[in-house]
């Protein structure tokens, strides 16, 4: 048996939790992850689980926080170096995908979670994330227009929507395909498409 989470200190075991979810989200169906799974990854007994996340719906509050944190706090950086709007579109998609193809388990989890029609607490934090989201795409969608960069019949709202439902599509499509490794190939195609939707037309048309 793996002890490798009997000898953490308790937030490093936390954290393992967390890691531990996500690698079995990877392979399975997140909803089928029981905490008798998790713990047994872990080297641990449900009881010595339960002692730092006493329910499922705790665990998965956990998991989510991380994920939504670590996603948003890379394309908030990667859009930070950008030298222009549409510079810092691609490098949040690009930064999106490469987080994905990195850890596989997060969109099952993230995805799995919007399903829930319960108003976990939960789903409360990827809802959350996604508003937040939007806000920053929104924003750099409107600088754009404001440069000259972005067509201004684009609506910023619709464009931020549709930016995220192509992520999601792609993730989603590689999900069924079982083939995470091209996913960074196939975003530069895919935002390509992207950007000549969203462009001024005197630069689409060079």
């Given at each position: 048996?793996?002890?490798?989470?009997?000898?953490?200190?308790?937030a490093?075991?936390?954290?393992?939790?967390?890691?531990?979810?996500?690698?079995?989200?990877?392979?399975?169906?997140p909803?089928?992850?029981?905490?008798?799974?998790?713990?047994?990854?872990?080297g641990?007994?449900?009881?010595?689980?339960?002692?730092?996340f006493?329910t499922?719906?705790?665990?998965?509050?956990e998991?989510?926080?991380?994920?939504?944190?670590?996603?948003?706090?890379?394309?908030e950086?990667?859009a930070?170096?950008?030298t222009?709007?549409?510079?810092?579109?691609?490098?949040?998609?690009?930064?999106h995908?490469a987080?994905?193809?990195?850890?596989?388990?997060?969109?099952?989890?993230?995805?799995?979670?919007?399903?829930?029609?319960v108003g976990?607490?939960?789903?409360?934090i990827?809802?959350?994330?996604?508003?937040?989201?939007?806000?920053?795409?929104?924003?750099?969608?409107?600088?754009?227009?404001?440069k000259?960069?972005?067509d201004?019949?684009?609506d910023?709202?619709?464009?931020?929507?549709?930016?995220?439902?192509t992520l999601q599509?792609?993730?989603m499509q590689?999900?069924?395909?079982?083939?995470?490794?091209?996913?960074p190939?196939?975003?530069?195609?895919?935002?390509?498409?992207?950007?000549?939707?969203l462009e001024?037309?005197?630069?689409?048309?060079?």
């Amino acid at each position: 048996m793996n002890r490798k989470g009997k000898s953490l200190p308790a937030a490093e075991r936390r954290a393992l939790s967390v890691q531990s979810v996500l690698q079995l989200a990877a392979a399975r169906n997140p909803s089928d992850i029981t905490t008798e799974a998790v713990a047994a990854k872990m080297g641990l007994t449900q009881a010595a689980l339960f002692r730092h996340f006493p329910t499922k719906d705790v665990l998965w509050q956990e998991v989510l926080q991380w994920a939504t944190t670590k996603l948003f706090a890379a394309i908030e950086e990667a859009a930070s170096a950008a030298t222009s709007p549409l510079d810092a579109l691609e490098r949040i998609y690009r930064t999106h995908i490469a987080f994905v193809a990195e850890h596989p388990g997060v969109p099952r989890v993230l995805f799995a979670e919007l399903q829930n029609p319960v108003g976990t607490e939960a789903r409360k934090i990827v809802r959350g994330m996604l508003a937040r989201y939007s806000a920053l795409l929104e924003g750099i969608i409107s600088e754009g227009i404001v440069k000259s960069e972005i067509d201004p019949a684009v609506d910023a709202g619709t464009a931020a929507t549709m930016f995220i439902g192509t992520l999601q599509g792609q993730v989603m499509q590689a999900m069924i395909a079982g083939n995470n490794s091209a996913l960074p190939e196939q975003a530069g195609k895919s935002f390509r498409l992207l950007r000549r939707a969203l462009e001024c037309r005197k630069d689409r048309e060079r």
